[in-house]
Structure formats: structure tokens, C-alpha cells
């Protein structure tokens, strides 16, 4: 829990973190909310989370995970210089700024960290440009994206989150379209090393970037994602997205639309510190690990192996429920030379209450040529 909070402000995060799923929280100004489990994407928790809420900069995340799966593409390089355009150096849209200046080069990297770090508006238009060309070449990307991740109702018009807006201009999301995102933005590592950082020094230490995440040191596991506030009919909209883990549960919440900055984030420690005390992820079997039960090998270099798993196997379970999990290992005694790397010898069946839950392949750790032939490895 994080202290210093106003006994209102409590009592708002407990009406929303208690609701059941799907129903609403009756309250004249209460924010919109949704807790899911990040490797399967359930929802644990939620109330009015399809509602449409003001996005704000919470539209920069769309921004990082396209660039970064550009990246991974090798369309861009994250370590290209990029210099700067008038509109990169004076956006239109409000924000924090780092500030940027037009006769300096920055890597297009240390431009996505001040996104990812401090939310700036600056660092986000010089993003969209060197990756795409242009600012609408950019939000083309990114609803596109947000078409195939099931966002329907998300559509970007700015990278910076349009400030000031009234009903007509300002951008929309909901809880939902933004768990579906940082569930994708969540395959890239790099991303919570980034938004995980308290301060950064930027453009060679003249500025050092503060991170605007007030979860990050005050809930055990929070390593990001973003906060975000906007001005809409003369009254300011707060947001967050944040992630955090412990052990082998990682969540994500989401609060969209509070009335004040402590508000946003007690609802948001509330339900994941009660995520935490209700569910876990039990590891079955983890990708490459030896399972003690050696197989004999028939006139090989070695005399036998110790099979490792081919895959890794994870259940979400609530921490009260009942488990009658069951492995079974189906493995032949012997087996002949000679044998590739990953080759499989044999599977790990995983059942619940007499239920095929999954199927694992365990595989040879090395290569072993026979007996009489060139002692050499195999492809």
C-alpha cells in the first residue's frame, strides 16, 4: 500500500478494487479500471473497463510498441541518429518537454527512453518521424496496430495526447484496448528497462529525465509502464498503466480517468497488491531444464543423457483453489546413436484432475555422434 494517501482517496481505491468483474462503481467522478494477468491476459478484476475514457499520453505506449517492433524487424535501427524537424522541436500538442534543439543529432533510442521514461511530447513526435517518415505515416502504424490488437475503440490522432480538448477533439480509449496493449508491449523487454528508471540523463547529462510513475519503489514489483494526466472541459483526467511482478506473476492494471493524481494510484496499488494475495503462477516445467531420469544410449560417444524440456509450462491458479496436477514422463529406456541437438526423445504429460492440460517435448541437450563413425556434432 502506498502511504501518505487521504482517507478519501482510500476509500475510493477499496470501492473500486472489491466490485465484482464487469460492474460498475457508483460514485459521481470514479475512474474506469481493469486488472489482468499479463502472460494469458485475463481479467482478474474490473469495473466499467469498456467505457470510453480521455487517452492523453497514454498514446505514446501504441507509439513504443510500434517502433520497437520495427526494430525487431530490422526496418529501423534503434541506435541511428536522428536530426530533427521543426515539428519535432515545437510540437503541437502540450506535455512535458525535454526540450529537444533542431541542430542536435539523438539517438533514436535515447528519443523512445524519454517517451518511455518521462513522457515527452518532444522526444515522441522526432520518434514518429524517424520511424515512419512522418507524423501521419506514424498514427497510420498505430491504429493500424491498434486495429489488429483488438482496439476498437482507440484511434490515435497525436503521439503527444491532445491537452485542452473538449468532448469533439479529445482522444478516447478504455481500459480494456489499453490492457491489450501493454499486454503486446510487454513481449519487449527493453521497454520496462526503460520505463523501470527512476531518472535517466539525457542529451549527454544537460537533462535528466524524471520518471512521472509514482508506483515505481512504492509497490513491491512495479517496473512500469506509464501515468498520464490531461485537461479536458476545464477539469484534468488521471491515468496509469502499470505492470509489476513477483515471482512468476506478472500483472498489469489499468486506471483510466480519476479525479486526482492520489486516486489513480491507490486504486491501482489496490488491485494489484489484492491480485497478488489472490492469484499465482505455478511453473510446472521451465524450457531447458534437465529432468532426473538418464536415458541409456546404444553405441554412442557418451553412454547416456539427462533429457531437457523443450518448452516452459505455467498454470494461473487462485491461491485457495484445490490442485491435482500430475506429470508423467514418457521416456524409452534406451535410445541409439546417433542423436542431433533438440533432438526429442520423449515427452513430459501434464494432466489436472484426468484432463490433458499439455503436452512438452524433452529433448536431447547435445548432439552425439555413434560409436565408429568421426566423433564430430551434428547439425
Request: hydrophobic share 45%.
Amino acid at each position: 500500500m502506498m502511504g501518505g494517501l487521504s482517507r478519501a482517496a482510500l476509500a475510493l481505491a477499496l470501492s473500486v478494487a472489491v466490485q465484482p468483474p464487469g460492474l460498475a462503481v457508483a460514485a459521481e467522478r470514479q475512474p474506469t479500471a481493469i486488472l489482468i494477468e499479463a502472460d494469458s491476459g485475463r481479467a482478474l478484476r474490473e469495473a466499467e473497463a469498456d467505457a470510453s475514457r480521455p487517452l492523453g499520453s497514454l498514446g505514446q505506449l501504441m507509439l513504443l510498441l510500434v517502433s520497437l517492433e520495427q526494430a525487431e524487424l530490422g526496418l529501423l535501427r534503434l541506435q541511428v541518429p536522428v536530426t530533427l524537424g521543426t515539428a519535432a522541436v515545437s510540437p503541437g500538442a502540450g506535455g512535458f518537454r525535454v526540450p529537444l534543439h533542431a541542430e542536435k543529432a539523438y539517438l533514436f533510442s535515447d528519443l523512445l527512453k524519454a517517451v518511455a521514461v518521462a513522457s515527452a511530447t518532444d522526444a515522441a513526435v522526432a520518434a514518429a518521424e524517424a520511424m515512419a517518415g512522418s507524423l501521419p505515416a506514424c498514427l497510420d502504424l498505430m491504429n493500424a496496430r491498434a486495429l489488429r490488437l483488438g482496439m476498437r475503440a482507440t484511434h490515435y490522432t497525436s503521439v503527444g495526447g491532445i491537452d485542452g480538448g473538449d468532448a469533439t477533439t479529445l482522444e478516447t480509449t478504455t481500459a480494456r484496448d489499453q490492457a491489450r496493449l501493454a499486454q503486446a508491449l510487454l513481449h519487449h523487454p527493453t521497454v520496462l528497462e526503460w520505463a523501470s528508471a527512476t531518472g535517466v540523463p539525457f542529451d549527454e547529462g544537460a537533462v535528466v529525465l524524471r520518471n512521472g510513475n509514482q508506483l515505481l519503489g512504492a509497490v513491491r514489483g512495479v517496473d512500469g509502464l506509464q501515468a498520464s494526466s490531461v485537461r479536458a472541459n476545464q477539469s484534468t483526467s488521471y491515468s496509469v498503466v502499470a505492470t509489476a511482478r513477483r515471482d512468476a506473476l506478472r500483472l498489469v492494471v489499468i486506471v483510466l480517468d480519476a479525479p486526482d493524481t492520489a486516486s489513480r494510484y491507490s486504486t491501482a496499488a489496490d488491485l494489484l497488491e489484492w491480485g497478488f494475495a489472490h492469484y499465482e503462477r505455478i511453473e510446472l516445467v521451465r524450457h531447458g531444464e534437465p529432468v532426473n531420469l538418464p536415458v541409456r544410449v546404444l553405441h554412442g560417444s557418451v553412454p547416456q543423457l539427462t533429457p531437457i524440456a523443450g518448452g516452459t509450462l505455467s498454470l494461473l491458479r487462485q491461491r485457495n483453489d484445490e490442485r491435482d496436477l500430475q506429470l508423467r514422463y514418457q521416456l524409452p529406456v534406451t535410445v541409439d546413436a546417433p542423436l542431433k541437438r533438440h533432438q526429442a526423445v520423449g515427452e513430459v504429460i501434464v494432466e489436472e484432475k484426468g484432463q490433458l492440460i499439455a503436452v512438452i517435448p524433452l529433448l536431447s541437450p547435445t548432439s552425439v555422434s555413434a560409436t565408429g563413425v568421426l566423433d564430430v556434432d551434428l547439425p
